[in-house]
């Protein structure tokens, strides 16, 4: 269940106070314990839906796996996901469980160099798009956005090729869940990320920047802003990111030689 229904009050103030009771929908937020190997790893608040999803695309930026195959087996049972890796050595544990918010807080860690300096696009330089695809996945994001149009109380993310075609789309309360849903998905359907472009609703923080390095998608594009660190991590690793997606604009930060133009004024 994703969303609920519930009776509220709802005030308008046209020519006076006005109150009507109504029902209206609610997003559904839950939890959700990961053990890696029979350790518990990390408590996710998140919309309880894809949960393989955002499970594999939440290991892999972290640095937990490199590859899909080191997985041999997921089992999700109500509360909790059982995760076991080939490799028993997992150097991210640590000895408390982290929680991981619907919030941007990024635990209060640094992003280890070993994540950032593996995730480079600098290479995909001849994956470029027209201005008009950019807003084309900005549209496309907002029309797929059903969760968030009947509660308001959701992040979306898509996936598109280089002609804004939709290849995969997630909602979620979180916008990290969002991403790493739409990721998940499109890795287990074998998506070659390199001719892709990444839309998102949420603030682009650095950790955001590496979750799309990391899959080697080379743009990442919200109608949101980015942070100073989002900026830097998207210099280092060669991503174009484009912020403030609205109406007929954006801002390219990063990289704008992937964006078709004919001047710059």
């Not at 991403?179 to 472009?197: E, H, P, Q, S, Y």
Request: net charge positive.
């Amino acid at each position: 269940m994703v969303t609920l229904e519930r009776r509220i009050l709802r005030i308008r103030l046209n020519d006076g106070a006005h109150a009507e009771s109504i029902k209206d929908e609610v997003v559904v937020e839950d939890q959700l314990e990961l053990f890696i190997n029979n350790t518990c790893y990390a408590i996710f608040s998140f919309t309880p839906y894809e949960i393989k999803e955002l499970i594999v695309w939440h290991l892999l930026p972290e640095g937990i796996i490199s590859k899909l195959e080191e997985m041999k087996g997921l089992e999700i049972s109500e509360g909790r996901a059982d995760v076991y890796l080939s490799n028993k050595t997992v150097t991210r544990f640590s000895e408390k469980p982290q929680l991981i918010l619907t919030s941007c807080s990024s635990r209060g860690l640094k992003v280890p160099p070993h994540l950032w300096m593996k995730a480079k696009v600098k290479n995909n330089l001849d994956f470029r798009l027209k201005p008009q695809t950019i807003l084309k996945a900005l549209a496309e994001l907002n029309s797929h956005a059903f969760v968030f149009r009947r509660t308001g109380g959701t992040h979306a993310s898509a996936l598109l090729d280089g002609e804004g075609k939709l290849l995969e789309f997630s909602e979620d309360i979180g916008r990290h869940n969002a991403i790493d849903k739409v990721i998940g998905k499109a890795a287990l359907d074998g998506i070659k990320f390199t001719r892709t472009l990444l839309a998102s609703t949420g603030r682009l923080a650095s950790e955001m920047v590496i979750k799309a390095a990391s899959a080697r998608i080379p743009v990442i594009v919200s109608m949101a802003a980015p942070t100073d660190k989002g900026i830097k991590m998207a210099e280092i690793t060669g991503l174009t990111l484009i912020g403030f997606a609205r109406g007929k604009r954006f801002n390219v930060y990063t990289n704008p030689e992937r964006i078709l133009v004919n001047k710059c004024l």
